[in-house]
């Protein structure tokens, strides 16, 4: 059974500071890794990777993928309060015949406080 | 920890038929299930929010009489896709709604072909 297993559940941190949320994972014929921002509504795509140890860098974000540890972390530096979400990561295994579904972890909630 | 189970994980359909997707809560009672379409580049688009035992919410530009949403219990919410033509093909997806640390409890989602 697909798992995937986000830490810290919960993160309180100052604006300005860096943070960097962890995401392990277990999928069999694993394709790609998936991060979202949920804030209100439906949860933002922020990245998706495939391949180890390639940065995707979207302006203070930034993320990669450890495919030989079963790992990916999501970093945010100099935050701001409108960071302040639920962070989620999914995996998306490779299925039979171009099917698939996704495994979500549980999300961590950040909070930066000015 | 709380667990949502959504069957099917996959269906094929015929242009003209519906579909039913389920979700069920499995230890926990979800109040609040959320229905999700995912399009191309990953995005996940709110199609709706259901609350046990009342109508469900609706956001702009969904078709409720096309997607009928129906939370008759606590633990059981389920999306109907009436009528079903090729561009309903998508990958629906629900979450529960938790409002502790524990964020959002996502459904393994549906992949639906209409052929």
């Not at chain 2, 997806?93 to 938790?98: E, N, Q, T, V, W």
Request: proline fraction near 3%; charge should be positive.
């Amino acid at each position: 059974e697909d798992k995937v297993v986000q830490s810290p559940l919960s993160l309180v941190v100052h604006e300005g500071d860096t943070v960097t949320l962890n995401c392990s994972y277990e999928v069999t014929n694993f394709r790609s890794l998936l991060w979202y921002k949920q804030e209100k509504k439906a949860p933002t795509f922020l990245f998706m990777l495939t391949s180890s140890g390639i940065e995707k860098k979207s302006g203070r974000l930034s993320s990669i993928l450890d495919k030989k540890e079963l790992f990916s972390i999501l970093n945010i530096t100099a935050t701001q309060t409108g960071d302040s979400a639920i962070y989620l990561c999914a995996v998306e295994p490779i299925s039979g015949a171009g099917s698939y579904q996704l495994t979500f972890g549980k999300g961590t909630k950040l909070s930066v406080i000015p | 920890g709380a667990v949502v189970s959504q069957h099917p994980s996959r269906v094929i359909c015929k242009s003209g038929t519906s579909v039913k997707i389920e979700c069920r809560s499995l230890d926990f009672q979800a109040t609040t299930m959320f229905w999700y379409r995912q399009f191309p580049k990953k995005s996940l688009m709110l199609m709706a929010t259901s609350n046990e035992g009342s109508k469900a919410t609706y956001e702009q530009g969904v078709e409720k009489d096309k997607f009928l949403i129906n939370h008759a219990s606590l633990t059981l919410s389920t999306l109907t896709v009436t009528s079903a033509h090729p561009e309903d093909s998508s990958f629906y997806i629900c979450s529960a709604g938790d409002r502790g640390l524990s964020g959002y409890t996502f459904g393994s989602g549906t992949r639906l072909t209409v052929v």
